[in-house]
C-alpha cells in the first residue's frame, strides 16, 4: 500500500444524532481528492479523525502507512491542515503566528513561509483576526505549506472566498501536488472547484460513502433524466432522487440503465451538485 | 501547443483537449518529434484533474497520435498516413450520416440526396476548393 497516502477503513464514530458509518476510502499520492456531501453528510467529522483531534469507535485510519491512532505526532505533523475559520489566536501578528508554528513543527521552513507570506502579501502589522476571510484562509494555507506536508487537507476553503481567491487557491493545489509527492484532501460545497481539479472524489450522505472513485468515472455513471410522464417500472426504483410534478418527472439515472429510457426521455451528464441535490431528495 | 478550455461547453474537459491536441498535430502544427509539457505540468497549466491528463495522453497514444518514451516524455508520433487516412474517412462517414439523416428530416427521397450530393460535388470542384 505504499501508493497510499491515506486510507480509510470501516470507520465508524456517533454522536447523539449523528453517526459515521463504516467510511472507507483511499488517496494515492500525488492526486487530489474532493470530498462533498449535504450539510450534516460527515465530512468534518471525518476530517476530525483523520486529524486525531476526535477518536474514531472503530475501524482504521492510516496517513503515510502510520496508523493516526497510535502513532499521532508523527502522522499529524506530516499533515497540512485548513480550516474554514482561523485556527490561530486573532491577535496574533504574522511573525507571532510564525513564532508558535516553529516550536510545534519540527520540519518547519521558515524562508517557506516567508515566501508564501510575501506572494499572498500578507500584512505583517496586522492581527491575523482583522484579516479578510481570504487574508486568514491564505494565512492557514502559507502555515500548512511550509512544514514540508505530504498531505494537505482543506476543510471548506472556499467558503466565503471570492472567484479570485478560490482561483488562486486552485492554483495553489495544482502547483502542490504537480511534483508527484504531496496529496490533497479537500471538503467544499463549491462543485465547480471540484469538478475542475480534483482526481478523486468522495461522497458522503447521511454518514456513509456514497462514491469514492476518480471523478471522471463519477461523472460518467450518471446522467440527470426528465420525462413528461412518470417513468415505467423497473426503471423507476434504479432512479436517486425521483421527484414528480405536474409538469414531468426528474431523477438521477445509472448510465447503464439509459437504453431503457422510453424514447421522450431526456438526459444530460449529471454534475456533482446534480448528484447531490437529488441524494438529497431521497437518495439512500 | 495552445489548448483554450471552455467551463460551460457540455463537451467533457478531456474531449476538449483530445480534438486540439489532434488537430494541431493534423495541421502541422505540433510537427513530429515535438515534445509535450509532462501529465502532471499539462494538469498545472490548464488546472485540470491529473487523472484527466493521463486519459488524454493514454487515449492520444492509443490513436497512434502521441508516443511515449520511458524516462522522458510524451512526444508527437511520426505521421501514419493509414491511421489520418482512416480518421478522415470516419470524418467523411459521419458527416455524410448527418447529411442524410437531416435530408430525410426535410422529406427528401433517394433521387434528391443523390442530387443534392452531386451538386455539392461539383460546386466546391467549380470554385476549385477540391
Known amino acids: 500500500m505504499s501508493g497510499m497516502i491515506l486510507t480509510l477503513d470501516k470507520v465508524c464514530k456517533s454522536y447523539r444524532n449523528f453517526a459515521l458509518r463504516d467510511v472507507s476510502f483511499t488517496l494515492p499520492r500525488g492526486y487530489i481528492m474532493g470530498f462533498v456531501g449535504e450539510n450534516g453528510a460527515g465530512k468534518t467529522t471525518t476530517i476530525r479523525c483523520i486529524l486525531g483531534s476526535t477518536r474514531t469507535e472503530s ?10 491512532r497510535t502513532e499521532p505526532v508523527a502522522v499529524r505533523s506530516r499533515i497540512g491542515a485548513v480550516y474554514d475559520t482561523l485556527m490561530f489566536a486573532g491577535h496574533l501578528r504574522l511573525s507571532e503566528v510564525e513564532a508558535h508554528l516553529r516550536r510545534f513543527y ?8 516567508r515566501t508564501f507570506a510575501d506572494r499572498f502579501r500578507l500584512p ?3 492581527k ?7 487574508m486568514q484562509m491564505k494565512l492557514m494555507l502559507s502555515a500548512a505549506l ?14 466565503g472566498l471570492d472567484p479570485v481567491a478560490r482561483d488562486e487557491l486552485l492554483e495553489i493545489l495544482s502547483e502542490y501536488i504537480a511534483g508527484g509527492e504531496g496529496s490533497v484532501l479537500f471538503s467544499t460545497h463549491i462543485t465547480a472547484d471540484v469538478e475542475r481539479i480534483a482526481d478523486y472524489v468522495t ?6 460513502v456514497w462514491f469514492t472513485g476518480a471523478k471522471d468515472d463519477l461523472m460518467e455513471e450518471y446522467a440527470v433524466v426528465q420525462r413528461g410522464e412518470p417513468f415505467p417500472q423497473p426503471l423507476r426504483d434504479a432512479c436517486i432522487g425521483l421527484h414528480d410534478t405536474p409538469s414531468g418527472c426528474a431523477a438521477i439515472l445509472p448510465t447503464d440503465r439509459l437504453t431503457e429510457l422510453p424514447k421522450d426521455a431526456i438526459f444530460e451528464p449529471a454534475k456533482i451538485e446534480d448528484l447531490l441535490v437529488y441524494l438529497a431528495k431521497g437518495g439512500e | 501547443m495552445k489548448i483554450l478550455l471552455k467551463n460551460r461547453s457540455d463537451v467533457p474537459i478531456y474531449s476538449q483537449v483530445e480534438e486540439q491536441i489532434r488537430s494541431q498535430i493534423l495541421s502541422g502544427e505540433l510537427p513530429e518529434g515535438t515534445q509535450l509539457p509532462s501529465i502532471r505540468q ?3 497549466d490548464l488546472k485540470i484533474s491529473v487523472v484527466t491528463t493521463t486519459r488524454i495522453y493514454n487515449d492520444l497514444t492509443e490513436e497512434g497520435f502521441l ?23 470516419s470524418e467523411m462517414e459521419s458527416g455524410l450520416e448527418q447529411a442524410v439523416r437531416c435530408g430525410v428530416k426535410c422529406g427528401m427521397d433517394d433521387q434528391a440526396l443523390h442530387d443534392a450530393l452531386q451538386t455539392m460535388i461539383d460546386g466546391l470542384r467549380e470554385e476549385g476548393s477540391i
Not at chain 1, 59 to 68: L, T
Not at chain 2, 79 to 85: F, G, I, T, V
Request: include cysteine; hydrophobic fraction near 30%.
Open chain 2, 67 to 89: 508516443q511515449s518514451v520511458a524516462g522522458k516524455g510524451c512526444f508527437v508520433a511520426p505521421r501514419d498516413n493509414d491511421l489520418l487516412r482512416e480518421r478522415m474517412l
Open chain 1, 203 to 208: 461522497v458522503l450522505h447521511k454518514g456513509r
Open chain 1, 146 to 159: 511550509s512544514h514540508h506536508a505530504e498531505l494537505l487537507i482543506l476543510d471548506e476553503p472556499t467558503a
Open chain 1, 59 to 68: 475501524g482504521s485510519i492510516s496517513v503515510f502507512g502510520k496508523d493516526s
Open chain 2, 42 to 44: 499539462l494538469a498545472r
Open chain 1, 106 to 113: 519540527p520540519e518547519w521552513d521558515s524562508r517557506q513561509f
Open chain 1, 124 to 126: 505583517e502589522k496586522t
Open chain 1, 128 to 134: 491575523c483576526g482583522k484579516y479578510s476571510r481570504g
